[in-house]
């Protein structure tokens, strides 16, 4: 009894009464004579000693039939079919039949008998001593007081489909049969009052095993919850063992001459004598002494502690239905035991701080997280309450997840309780369930312990332990002075922003800050050396400016063993080397060296590389005091300037911002602005310079002759030869009139009327011999026109006889039909219409008449181009000369082809009308 007082009691089932629905409050009365009962399926099944099955519904509706014409020794429900098996007596004498029942199906208003077939074995005696029916309906064991057991295999409800055989043979009765299923092995537990063994029934032949040398008594064995591990409870006088198919398990000391075991969700339930009988009473036999008391024990085994137990008269036996355990007793009265909720069963542990048998119930129970999270906090606010802390903290760490964090952490932030606290802070980044404040909380922890071991241990901790925010992690490390700490998290968890941080703001390790962001991939490489360019230019100028010339070229990592980056080496990654210029401010020499680089490495460098290295070139030219070098300089600069890219007006504000003349005049030409180009000589009173500007330049744009010649004119010094040489070239190719030339020299008080005298005179000769040139040309149009006039009146008043006689095509002698036209031409018939376009012109003629009619034409659609008349005079330099041809093309006056003579009317035979036209004469005879 040593063992067994050992374990706790406690009342988790309340007993009450069954009381009778009809009688006014009563107690329920079973019906007398009860010889086996079985529940399931929805009701209890009793058989009593007349042979009638009774059926008890939860509503305590009693229902019967004859089953057997003497009585009922055995049944067995099963549990997930509507099949009852039952053995009793319909004759006297040792001859019990099996009858299985379909309670479905109703024959003549009982259940349906699907199949009866005789117990015996053989042609032996013997009675049935126990009984169990698989729940496939495809085996069924029948135990005998002989030792023997009788399997019947296949469909048991049927006698075609199944046969029966004798699968053990001994001495001893067998007391208690059960069918185990594994997945798709099927095992059967035979127990003796000396031995317990296990057949294989899933294996041909049935193989046996023999587990214990001692058994137990009839109705003393069970088997647990249907599973995997299920396992055969045989209750012995001294102990109760459990066994698995092929050894033996735990066992259990429980004292106390057993009479019934049974095994219902989890728990044992064991019926003793609370007194030891000195003679063991027969085989079989339920009869007690009257003063003997019968004490019902419900056992706990996983949690080792004993539901309930009391003392009850004569119990028949313990059916588990409805949720309950109902007790049957002799006297006719039925008991329920009601177990208690969770809950309650659990208040009743809290009382007496039972927490471990709390959580291990609670566990049991199948009770949800969040029951289990309140037994662990209560728990460990006993242990806290107690002075164990240690203890409290793991009760509490078992919360996470459920309990908020700052309900623990609030108990532990004394400086005597940092340990816990820490201890806590871990187990809740382990579970990934932290947050920032936490985090911080914990590192903080760590630095005042001064624990370098475990702070190490936390932040090389792989990602798969411990869960946390790097960052937060980064900047508490970094507050408390753990750099390396805070650089080894950066690095690890690719934290590249507060790695450089830290290496630069830090540990000033410019190198390796330098090295680090060489490794990264381009996005990031770009992005860092904007953002800490100038710092690593300041420290590191040499090593920054060779990353930068990689980054703005064709940018790859280096690749070293600790680089983790995957590189793309199909894609160019180039940066803008325009942007990274402002890096360079105070680095003049690296700046050039790395636009050098850029303008040689580039095709098309951005413009801001461009006109930056020009500045620098224009810098450098202004300052240098060595011809040669600046000569050199100019050279570099100069061809700078040549290139492509050159953006006119940048290049030409800086070369005017440090007096680079070369440059000036070189953009001045390349961009055609050669008045500019005149002007910058006149500023720098460069005359020889200026005359060579007009020589130059004088035939793209003549005007600089005129401005050259006012600007000689505005000075007071003597410059006679250069106005000379001035008027020399506007005179030879008539760019002023004479009256503005000696307008322009009149505010020069140097020039005399020698300067401009042989100019005068050359040009007043050449004017004179130009109007000799035009009388003459007047009067040799007059006599052509008064020719013409002379022949357009002959036409009108005489005849015109045609005397030619060769044809004017072919040149030979003519001959009818002949063509003959007014301007004295003759053809052959067949020559004049080969070679004629039309009929009413002459094909000599034709050509020149056709260039007279299109110039007639052009000038007749020039004259309405007012648009184009307005352009030409804004554009011209002469814009006299413009307004002149415009009159001579009849802009301003309508043209006249055909002209009168004064007081006369126009007729057609006007010479301009003869012109446009000929007269075809066709002369068809024979001569």
Request: charged share 25%; net charge negative.
């Amino acid at each position: 009894m040593a063992a067994f007082l050992q374990w706790r009691r406690f009342v988790f089932f309340d007993k009450e009464p069954v009381k009778d629905p009809g009688e006014n409050g009563k107690n329920f009365a079973l019906p007398s004579g009860i010889s086996a009962c079985d529940s399931g399926r929805g009701h209890i099944v009793l058989g009593d000693m007349d042979g009638q099955i009774c059926f008890l519904t939860r509503s305590l509706q009693l229902t019967s039939f004859q089953a057997y014409k003497l009585r009922v020794t055995h049944l067995y429900q099963l549990k997930q079919h509507s099949i009852l098996v039952s053995v009793g007596q319909d004759e006297h004498g040792i001859n019990p039949l099996v009858k299985v029942w379909n309670t479905d199906k109703r024959d003549s208003g009982s259940p349906l008998c699907t199949r009866i077939f005789p117990a015996i074995p053989g042609n032996k005696p013997t009675e049935v001593s126990c009984l169990s029916v698989h729940e496939n309906l495809n085996f069924m064991a029948i135990g005998f007081t002989d030792g023997s057991v009788v399997l019947t295999k296949g469909d048991i409800t049927r006698d075609r489909h199944s046969k029966t055989l004798t699968l053990h043979e001994g001495n001893c009765p067998v007391t208690g049969l059960a069918f185990r299923q594994a997945g798709k092995v099927t095992h059967l537990f035979v127990a003796t009052l000396e031995k317990v063994q296990c057949y294989t029934l899933s294996v041909k032949e049935y193989p046996r095993l023999e587990l214990d040398t001692h058994g137990c008594a009839l109705r003393c064995s069970a088997l647990t919850d249907p599973s995997q591990d299920s396992q055969f409870i045989v209750a012995g006088d001294d102990c109760v063992y459990l066994y698995q198919p092929d050894e033996r398990g735990p066992c259990f000391a429980f004292d106390g001459h057993k009479i019934l075991a049974h095994w219902h969700r989890g728990y044992l339930l064991l019926l003793t004598r609370d007194t030891k009988s000195p003679n063991k009473p027969d085989f079989g036999s339920r009869e007690t002494s009257p003063t003997e008391k019968q004490i019902l024990t419900i056992y706990d085994l996983d949690n080792k502690f004993i539901a309930y137990s009391a003392a009850f008269d004569d119990i028949i036996d313990v059916l588990a239905e409805w949720g309950s355990f109902y007790i049957l007793t002799r006297d006719g009265n039925m008991f329920m035991l009601q177990e208690k909720d969770t809950q309650t069963k659990l208040e009743m542990l809290f009382k007496k701080n039972l927490f471990v048998m709390a959580i291990n119930l609670a566990k049991s129970q199948h009770l949800d997280n969040d029951g289990l999270s309140e037994i662990f906090r209560q728990y460990g606010d006993h242990l806290y309450i107690k002075g164990d802390h240690d203890g409290a903290i793991q009760q509490y760490i078992r919360t996470i997840g459920k309990l908020e964090p700052s309900y623990v952490i609030r108990k532990f932030l004394d400086a005597q309780r940092i340990h816990n606290l820490t201890a806590y802070l871990q187990a809740l980044h382990r579970q990934c369930l932290a947050n920032a404040d936490h985090t911080t909380l914990l590192l903080n922890c760590y630095t005042k312990l001064k624990d370098s071991s475990k702070l190490e241990e936390f932040i090389k901790s792989s990602e798969s332990e411990v869960h946390f925010d790097v960052e937060i992690a980064i900047k508490v490390l970094r507050q408390a002075g753990y750099h390396s700490h805070a650089v080894f998290l950066a690095d690890k968890h690719l934290h590249h922003e507060w790695y450089l941080k830290i290496q630069l703001e830090d540990l000033k390790n410019y190198q390796e800050a330098l090295r680090y962001i060489g490794r990264l991939p381009f996005e990031q490489a770009e992005t860092n050396m904007k953002r800490y360019g100038k710092t690593l230019m300041h420290h590191v100028p040499e090593s920054t400016t060779v990353l930068l010339k990689r980054l703005c070229t064709d940018y790859q990592p280096s690749r070293d063993p600790t680089d983790r980056d995957s590189l793309d080496r199909t894609v160019l990654n180039k940066a803008n080397s325009e942007e990274f210029i402002p890096i360079f401010a105070n680095n003049p020499r690296e700046l050039r060296a790395f636009l050098e680089h850029m303008i040689e490495e580039e095709q098309s460098p951005p413009q801001g590389v461009y006109d930056t290295l020009l500045e620098l070139r224009l810098q450098d030219w202004a300052h240098e005091q060595d011809p040669e070098r600046k000569k050199g300089l100019q050279e570099a600069a100069l061809l700078l300037l040549r290139r492509e890219n050159t953006v006119f007006d940048k290049a030409l504000v800086l070369c005017q911002m440090h007096n680079f003349k070369e440059g000036v005049l070189y953009l001045y030409e390349k961009g055609k602005l050669y008045q500019q180009i005149m002007h910058y000589h006149m500023q720098n009173e460069e005359y020889s310079k200026v005359v060579e500007a007009c020589k130059t330049y004088g035939d793209k744009e003549v005007c600089l002759w005129e401005q050259a010649l006012g600007y000689f004119a505005r000075k007071e010094e003597d410059c006679k030869a250069y106005i000379s040489e001035v008027l020399q070239h506007i005179d030879q190719n008539n760019l002023m009139p004479p009256l503005l030339v000696v307008q322009t020299l009149a505010h020069n008080s140097t020039a005399t009327l020698s300067v401009i005298k042989d100019y005068l005179i050359n040009k007043l000769q050449r004017e004179s011999q130009q109007i000799e040139e035009d009388e003459r040309k007047i009067r040799q149009y007059r006599e052509e026109t008064a020719h013409l006039r002379s022949e357009i009146q002959e036409l009108r008043t005489s005849a015109k006889i045609f005397q030619k006689t060769k044809c004017s095509m072919c040149n030979s002698p003519l001959e009818l039909p002949s063509v003959h036209f007014l301007c004295g031409h003759s053809f052959h018939q067949h020559c004049f219409e080969s070679y004629a376009e039309s009929e009413a012109e002459c094909p000599t003629c034709t050509p020149e008449n056709r260039k007279v009619l299109d110039m007639l034409r052009a000038q007749d659609q020039k004259r309405d181009l007012h648009d184009h008349f307005n352009r030409q005079l804004r554009s011209s330099n002469d814009g006299f000369s413009v307004v002149a041809d415009y009159f001579g093309r009849g802009v301003f006056n309508k043209l006249t082809l055909i002209t009168d003579p004064p007081g006369g009317k126009a007729g057609p035979g006007s010479l301009e009308a003869d012109l446009q036209r000929d007269l075809l004469i066709h002369t068809k005879r024979n001569v």
